[in-house]
């Protein structure tokens, strides 16, 4: 579905200096990579944590355990607004027991996906820390929820929405500030 | 895809796009059941009741399992210790089960056509686990997620059902889960044995067992099926052996990388030879058993959630 932009909020060379910095900012809280993990939330999230974990390696010489987390299978609207989706497969390839992890999603919005996250990775084994870093902060909080790290807070309306776009699924790099669904379904939206 | 069923009965009308949906769906159950903690909340709230109303081990427990690891409330049914006992239809129970909002229903039954009966006594989903000689769709997509585990793909692969197929609810929904999915189908058994709408099944159809073994990649021996058996179909159950029987002989004389499949339960040494159902270089039983699981997930997840509108 096509939605009317409204604004361009952050470009490709925005986008790569708002992981680089995500990551110094992972790497100075951690003091390092002792014990670190990088867990992105699918679809986008996981994407991310791919660029985080390359940037740390350019910083650090260290390649950290990547993890991908699908949460479909925890949301509590299942039955409710996405009746049936499709589940993606998680694939966490190392032993998170007393690692301190870092989960990354591209939009924090009601807290819900987060929390979802959080039940899925305890699934996992039992971490010593999670902590939670998000490309896009647009608030609406429904759950008591705070990120770790905050690539942009980016106050909407209830009628707005984030877009993220990466080369790896949208052919482009980019965040958008676009119309939610149901206002421009009003003739003068 | 979006799955817009709200029953499995059978995989007669079942399209190939739904059956690799289903597939790709089991596979990410796999990885769950992988996890240190195999269970997720997704059916969490749904009560199912399991009605079985013929003897089972591995489809309850597989039924069960799939339904706890789905956090669903789960009641379980057997005839031994229900009212039916005491002369209550099925018209009765299941609107017993509806009376106490039960959100699905799988079901065992000795007569064909009873899951079918039931989706018109209750507003819940149903799931066939089993009806008279009719079909057992969820033993056939385990089958064909197995299948599919070995071989990658299902188009072309040449699958030969040697045994019971009279008799065999599982021949019948493997024969329109496996042609639907573009494999080739043959039977094998005693004449006697053979339905008589087999020919209309685009099958090809064996009285010798080397020539459906040379035939096929993939042999799925069926159980000799005594309880249903109201006449004798072959003298004995010795020389059924020796002219049916799967034998490690038959498969060297083949000379050809064989993989062994059984819906279970065996009768070791009648329609497969003992050695052979343990040899994991030809036998893929127990995987099948796993799958078993994977597969009755996705099947409930897939019928659990809201319909579209």
């Known amino acids: 579905m096509t939605r009317k932009v409204k604004a361009k909020i952050i470009d490709e060379k925005g986008l790569k200096r708002t992981i680089t910095r995500l990551a110094h900012e992972i790497l100075e809280r951690n003091r390092g990579t002792e014990k670190l993990a990088i867990v992105g939330i699918r679809t986008r999230g996981a994407y991310l944590a791919q660029r985080v974990i390359k940037e740390i390696k350019n910083i650090e010489g260290i390649s950290l355990p990547l993890g991908a987390l699908d949460i479909t299978l925890y949301r509590d609207d299942f039955r409710q607004r996405l009746k049936q989706p499709v589940v993606q497969q998680s694939d966490i390839p190392f032993d998170i027991d007393e690692k301190n992890i870092v989960l990354i999603d591209d939009v924090l919005y009601t807290g819900r996906t987060t929390r979802a996250a959080l039940e899925a990775l305890m699934s996992f084994g039992r971490p010593e820390r999670i902590q939670l870093a998000v490309l896009v ?34 052919d482009e790099d980019c965040v958008l500030l676009v119309e939610s669904p149901d206002e421009s379904e009003t003739p003068d939206a | 895809m979006s799955f817009k069923r ?9 399209s190939a796009e ?10 990410t159950f796999k990885e769950v059941l992988a996890r240190p903690i195999p269970k997720v909340p997704t059916l ?7 009605l079985f109303y013929e003897a089972s081990t591995r489809t309850r427990f597989s039924f069960e399992l799939a339904e706890k690891r789905l956090s669903a409330d789960t009641l379980n049914f057997s005839t031994s210790t229900s009212s039916v006992k005491k002369g209550e239809s099925l018209r009765d129970t299941a609107q017993n089960i509806e009376a106490m909002k039960v959100d699905m229903v799988v079901i065992r039954h000795s007569a064909p056509g009873a899951p079918h009966y039931l989706t018109q006594c209750i507003k819940g989903s149903v799931i066939n686990a089993g009806d008279g000689c009719h079909e057992h769709p969820t033993q056939a997509l385990l089958d064909m997620l197995t299948i599919r585990d070995k071989y990658k793909y299902l188009k072309g692969l040449r699958v ?37 709408e087999a020919e209309k099944w685009n099958v090809r159809i064996f009285n010798d067992v080397d020539e459906a073994i040379a035939f096929a990649d993939i042999v ?54 003992s050695d052979l159902a343990d040899d994991d270089r030809y036998s893929v039983i127990l995987n099948q058993v796993t799958n078993g699981v994977a597969i009755r997930m996705a099947v409930l997840y897939l019928l659990g959630g809201e319909l579209q509108e």
């Open chain 2, 220 to 273: 799925m021996a069926l159980r000799i099926q005594m309880e249903r058996q109201t006449q004798n179909f072959f003298p004995t159950l010795r020389e059924y052996h020796n002219y049916f029987g799967i034998t490690k002989e038959r498969l060297d004389r083949a000379n050809k990388k064989i993989t062994i499949m059984h819906p279970g339960p065996i009768n070791r040494g009648i329609e497969l030879d």
């Open chain 2, 18 to 27: 739904e059956i690799t949906h289903i597939l790709n769906t089991a596979e």
């Open chain 2, 6 to 14: 709200k029953h499995l009965l059978g995989l007669e009308d079942v």
């Open chain 1, 137 to 170: 902060d647009r608030g609406h909080r429904q759950l008591p929820i705070k990120p770790d790290y905050v690539g942009k807070n980016i106050p909407t309306s209830i009628g707005e929405e984030i877009q993220v776009k990466m080369k790896e699924v949208d």
């Open chain 2, 160 to 196: 030969a059902i040697i045994g019971d197929i009279l008799h065999s609810r599982v021949a019948r929904s493997n024969i329109y889960g496996l042609t639907t999915m573009g494999a080739e189908v043959a039977l094998c058994a005693p004449q006697t044995m053979i339905p008589y």
């Open chain 2, 44 to 50: 969490r709230g749904k009560t199912i009741v399991n």
